[in-house]
């Protein structure tokens, strides 16, 4: 049983056809189904999910009244945009051997290649038909079974651009359906009606539709030629719209039915009554027929170059009346001998009580055409070991072409990449991408292969399936860089990270991030980073007063591009800075115990704050001057002294002199002579002049 679609430019009709053992079509039962609205113009998709509708309600009512699952379908494509080419191949047959379908079938797909040396870019071949074959240039009318030397076929092949039959693809596809047959809706509907015992008379055939008439020319036993004409049925309807005011579907009707009846009463678009008299209707639809059937006459006589003998017209758009008859005025031919053809009038068997009209002459020459096998135009190759057919005939095929018409899913071929995480990093938005998957594995005629590689008939080809990539994976520190510290003296490095609060919680180890975390860090103040590093300074221990110390013996120095920085300076995370760690002892006066003393006196008329060292230091039991180095283990003990007042020696320290050169000096406390062991108070006035002896020898020379 096989599935015969015709999808029309009003209508679609589906069949469920076989053969019996006579070699008879047998029609098991039949789905007829307008389109919604106007979902294909002049035989050509133009909303592919509303043709997809109609189509899956056809398969499903198929489906269900027989119970049945549908998969395969044979289908026919309109002509609009057609062209035709003529290609030959000769092909040598082999000492003895005899003659094969495949043969066949390989000699005259070679013919249909040698036609598409002539045929622009993205043109599919969507059919063909055998003018002639020849055995060691003797004219045979089959091959099949013979024997010879050489065998000879010259074929009209016919193309139509690639977007027509994608779009018949997409809708096939999307039904879950594989095309088995594909073939022309002119060649689907001669090989019907025009069998090869009437090719030696001079045929010519017009399938008029709704959006196109498509015509072939037989002659000399055989098709000699394909046309097609983009004006049909639907010209006469659009006429009726535009003088009645009526929408497309009242139109459609009262084209159907105005000649069954004297007059129609309809509702218009402004929703009144009309009456249409069946006399008006043949007025206005009279000069659009004439117009068609003037068309087609003339492409009838380019592709025949004279009169036929004979012109059937089928299709459901030439039954309105007037049309033979116009259409034998400008063929100049008698009445009689250009006439529509009906379906009840033809050789098969029809179950269904319902197959009568020129309508059904297409879907009947879709199923009859496939059934046969003939015209269509596949290769094959092997998928996994299963033997497919591939649709549209071209020069070559890649692997992935073959691997997408059999239906294979693109995610299997090629694979899903990882899920992707998204971060917000300090208000910047970072995507981390998942990894890239991993293509299947392709082996064409046991060789590792590409899905780019070309492939030709009769390859096999073997696919695994693809790996998915990972869902991306990331850590804290991936995405907030350390600042690198390198040492000065052997040039390691260390890595510091700053300190990073992570969707509102501080954290301090390099944690696994989720898509959609917040992430904050600032800046960081070299301090810190002296701090961290404070810690490979050497240690000391030591006591004072009994209490014991534990210090870092040194500092650490910090350098960005040569430049010292200091404690408030901050640095970015992914920075590079140096650093040298550098040994020094604490001193005895940077001791916390170390207390200061200080007096306000003025000295020269200026106020001066006087300050000294109110302790004693005692390290290991010896006295120590502030500029001591504390060494580790060393035991400090501070004394303060009985004493603890300034006196008048403690402002000459301010003047920074040798008292040996001084050769003469005035000192007065309150405006007395005064020594330099006599005491200070708070307030008191100190008057000091002096004289170098070195000046006073200047002066002398001078």
Request: charged share 30%; proline share 3%.
């Amino acid at each position: 049983m096989l599935f015969a679609l015709d999808i029309g430019t009003r209508k679609i009709a589906g069949l469920l056809v076989d053969m019996d053992e006579e070699g008879k079509m047998i029609v098991l039962d039949a789905v007829v189904k307008e389109h919604d609205n106007r979902a294909m113009l002049d035989g050509q998709i133009h909303d592919v999910e509303k043709v997809t509708r109609t189509v899956k309600a056809v398969k499903e009512e198929l489906e269900s009244r027989n119970n049945v699952r549908l998969e395969r379908i044979a289908i026919a494509l309109a002509g609009r945009f057609l062209k035709t080419f003529i290609g030959e191949s000769t092909m040598e047959i082999g000492e003895r051997n005899e003659i094969t379908q495949d043969f066949v079938a390989h000699l005259e797909l070679n013919a249909v290649a040698k036609a598409m040396e002539n045929v622009e870019p993205n043109m599919y071949c969507v059919g063909y038909s055998v003018i002639r074959y020849e055995i060691d240039d003797m004219w045979f009318k089959k091959l099949e079974g013979l024997k010879g030397e050489r065998a000879y076929v010259k074929v009209v092949a016919t193309f139509l651009p690639s977007h027509v039959v994608e779009a018949m693809l997409s809708v096939v596809k999307k039904v879950g359906l594989t095309i088995t047959h594909l073939t022309l809706e002119p060649i689907a509907a001669v090989n019907l009606t025009v069998p090869e015992d009437l090719r030696i008379l001079n045929i010519a055939l017009a399938d008029v539709g709704a959006g196109t008439s498509d015509i072939a020319i037989a002659k000399d036993g055989t098709i000699i030629a394909y046309g097609m004409v983009p004006l049909a049925g639907d010209e006469i309807t659009e006429a009726i719209t535009k003088s009645f005011l009526l929408d497309f579907s009242t139109a459609e009707y009262v084209k159907r039915n105005f000649y069954l009846n004297e007059k129609l009463v309809v509702r218009n678009i402004l929703d009144k009554e009309k009456e249409i008299k069946q006399e008006d209707v043949i007025d206005v639809i009279s000069p659009v027929i004439d117009k068609i059937t003037q068309k087609i006459a003339e492409m009838i006589l380019e592709l025949n170059g004279e009169k036929p003998q004979v012109v059937m017209v089928v299709g459901g758009g030439a039954k309105v009346p007037l049309f033979d008859e116009c259409l034998a005025k400008h063929l100049r031919m008698d009445v009689d001998v250009v006439s529509l053809k009906n379906a009840e009038g033809l050789d098969f068997v029809d179950c269904t009580g319902q197959i009568f009209g020129s309508e059904y002459i297409t879907p009947l020459g879709i199923g009859y055409t496939a059934l046969n096998n003939t015209g269509s135009v596949f290769e094959h190759v092997t998928v996994n070991g299963e033997k497919v057919q591939l649709i549209g005939f071209k020069a070559s095929y890649t692997v992935w072409e073959v691997l997408v018409q059999v239906g294979m899913d693109i995610h299997s071929l090629l694979g899903k990449p990882g899920r992707s995480m998204v971060i917000d990093v300090n208000g910047e938005t970072r995507v981390i991408k998942g990894k890239m998957p991993m293509p299947a594995m392709v082996v064409v005629n046991g060789n590792e292969a590409t899905l780019r590689d070309i492939v030709k008939h009769g390859d096999t080809i073997e696919v695994g399936e693809a790996q998915d990539g990972e869902d991306a994976r990331v850590q804290l520190y991936d995405v907030v860089e350390p600042i690198r510290l390198m040492s000065l003296e052997n040039e390691e490095i260390i890595e510091y990270y700053p300190k990073v609060i992570l969707n509102g919680l501080e954290v301090s180890n390099n944690v696994e991030l989720k898509d959609g975390d917040v992430i904050r860090y600032e800046k960081v103040k070299v301090r810190q980073i002296r701090e961290f590093l404070g810690n490979d300074l050497v240690n000391i221990t030591y006591s004072v007063n009994n209490v014991y110390k534990t210090v870092n013996a040194g500092d650490v120095k910090i350098f960005k591009d040569e430049v010292e920085l200091f404690d408030e300076n901050t640095v970015e995370p992914g920075d590079k800075i140096n650093y040298a760690l550098v040994l020094r002892y604490p001193k005895v006066m940077e001791l916390p115990e170390m207390e200061k003393i200080s007096i306000l006196i003025r000295i020269n008329g200026q106020p001066t704050v006087l300050t000294k060292d109110g302790v004693l230091v005692w390290v290991n039991d010896q006295l120590v001057s502030p500029q001591y180095e504390i060494r580790d283990g060393d035991k400090v003990r501070t004394q303060v002294p009985d004493e603890q007042g300034f006196i008048v020696a403690d402002v000459l320290r301010l003047f920074d002199i040798d008292m040996r050169k001084v050769k003469s000096y005035t000192l007065l406390k309150n405006g007395k002579k005064v020594g330099f062991t006599d005491t200070l108070e708070a307030g008191d006035e100190i008057t000091f002049d002096f004289a170098l002896k070195e000046e006073m020898d200047n002066s002398a020379e001078q």
